[in-house]
């Protein structure tokens, strides 16, 4: 069984900040990529950031120099600070994990969290 859980949502004015976080947890053997997605009320859910292993990340376009995803292996756990948050960035945020567990180690499975509310104000 593994879990993960976001925390960090809630509510900020434009141009305020906010930083998400995401924690695994479980019987968890590795962790590959990792990655944020959003979905506002009335659309898709779409890719936010996603970060390799080792760091490497990749933005949308949309929050790219504003938001800036990490991780940290020892903890399982996923970050996204968004900086100059926009009306246009309420949503609801999901973390994702690519993990091989314990009980099936030469397979990879995508997890996903339940989500955190980000709402910016007008």
């Known amino acids: 069984q593994v879990q993960l859980v976001e925390s960090g949502g809630g509510l900020v004015q434009p141009g305020g900040s906010l930083r998400l976080s995401c924690v695994a947890s479980?019987?968890?053997?590795?962790?590959?990529?990792m990655g944020w997605y959003r979905q506002a009320p009335g659309k898709e859910r779409e890719l936010v950031a996603t970060?390799?292993?080792?760091?490497?990340?990749n933005y949308a376009d949309s929050v790219k120099g504003r938001f800036t995803i990490s991780r940290d292996n020892a903890k399982n756990t996923l970050y996204l600070q968004m900086n100059s948050l926009k009306p246009e960035d309420t949503a609801v945020y999901y973390c994702?994990?690519?993990?091989?567990?314990?009980?099936?180690?030469?397979?990879?499975?995508?997890?996903w969290g339940q989500g955190t509310q980000v709402t910016v104000s007008s």
């Open positions: 970060i390799t292993r080792l760091g490497n990340a």
């Open positions: 994702t994990m690519a993990i091989q567990v314990v009980t099936s180690i030469t397979t990879i499975t995508d997890y």
């Open positions: 479980g019987s968890i053997f590795w962790i590959d990529a």
